[in-house]
């Protein structure tokens, strides 16, 4: 196993991820804003990542122009600005549950705009083809499941801390106009995350300096993010931090979330492109569902588990198909190498053979 195998940095990147689940819930819960806690978990990580650019790709060569500059504040926007503000919003409007089964629409969104903008090919009359779209649906239904099928609850033996609201329900408020609003705020922020994946890659296809892209984007979300969180909140009251839950999720969000997540997350694109990283968010939905359980004692129905369970299987019928097309791929250009091969011994023959010849 390399030191970077897609696999075990997709994974990595879930984990994180569902460490700032975690982390965000309990300083939301504590009484911090989200445009604020947005704002500060930026900043930490444009420092974070300032430093380890300083350190390790200080003689980069790639040439950062204004046309590049201005791609990597686009994908900046989308990806942390536009995503995590909407998603902030929509918290306020809609349940956590119907928030957590969002994400894991992602990998639809991140497909759907792959093929629209032609980073990604579907052959329906190929089993890959058919792998690709079977696996998508597969998590669609997995994310229905997630938001209208609850089941019996199952709570857990044990907790570190009790839950004040031990299950969130769908309520009458359900068909309200916040709650319709909020819906669709969640799939805006899905939409933005997705889009904001494909177009990632054609980034790093000519500015592939990772760390230093990833420094550039997280500098541009923090300014933006500055800028709404200032709009929103104008009291400073509501900016000061302390040693307590808020400071100690905007620390793990900025160093670990924004810094180490966000530079793995360009690795796995530069190896195994958007979709591929799309297709793995359903991991992190799992761990955070298991992190509530044990660490806040929130209780799990098993329309979750099943959800889960079939949102883990679209993902791997859609990981085959990919699997299955870059074998196809890398066996139809072996009689290619092969050939050159035969031809190039060919040709190398006679001349050893005339060069033998004139050294007896």
């Not at 590049?68 to 994908?75: C, E, L, T």
């Not at 904001?196 to 300014?223: D, N, R, W």
């Not at 359903?282 to 799990?300: A, D, H, K, W, Y």
Request: hydrophobic content about 50%; some cysteine.
């Amino acid at each position: 196993m390399g030191l970077k195998n897609p696999y075990v940095f997709a994974t990595s990147i879930q984990i994180i991820q569902a460490g700032m689940t975690l982390f965000t819930k309990a300083a939301i819960n504590g009484g911090m804003k989200s445009s604020v806690f947005v704002f500060y978990r930026l900043l930490v990580g444009s420092v974070f990542l300032f430093l380890l650019s300083a350190i390790f790709e200080r003689r980069s060569t790639t040439p950062l122009t204004f046309l590049i500059f201005f791609k990597i504040s686009a994908v900046a926007f989308l990806s942390h600005t536009l995503t995590m503000n909407l998603y902030g919003i929509a918290l306020l409007y809609t349940s956590a549950s119907l928030a957590a089964t969002a994400t894991n629409c992602v990998p639809v969104t991140t497909f759907f705009f792959a093929v629209l903008l032609g980073r990604e090919k579907v052959n329906v009359r190929e089993i890959a083809g058919v792998a690709k779209l079977g696996g998508i649906t597969i998590c669609i239904v997995g994310g229905a499941t997630l938001a209208f099928f609850n089941g019996p609850i199952l709570k857990p033996p044990f907790a570190l801390h009790s839950a004040q609201n031990q299950l969130q329900h769908h309520d009458s408020s359900t068909g309200s106009t916040k709650w319709i609003v909020g819906c669709f705020l969640s799939f805006l922020a899905v939409s933005s995350w997705g889009l904001a994946f494909v177009l990632q890659a054609g980034v790093l296809e000519t500015y592939p300096s990772k760390l230093h892209f990833t420094s550039l984007q997280c500098l541009s979300s923090t300014v933006q993010s500055f800028l709404v969180a200032i709009t929103v909140e104008r009291d400073l009251s509501e900016w000061k931090l302390a040693w307590n839950v808020r400071l100690l999720a905007v620390l793990y969000c900025g160093f670990v979330v924004t810094g180490v997540s966000h530079y793995l997350q360009s690795w796995v694109i530069a190896m195994k492109g958007p979709v591929f990283l799309g297709m793995s968010t359903p991991l992190s939905p799992i761990l955070t569902m298991i992190g509530s359980m044990f660490l806040f004692g929130e209780n799990m129905n098993l329309g979750s588990i099943v959800g889960e369970i079939i949102l883990v299987a679209g993902l791997y019928s859609v990981l085959w198909g990919q699997t299955h097309e870059q074998n196809l791929a890398t066996k139809s250009s072996l009689p290619v190498q092969d050939e050159k091969t035969c031809v190039n011994a060919e040709d190398k023959e006679p001349k050893d053979a005339q060069a033998s010849y004139l050294a007896k």
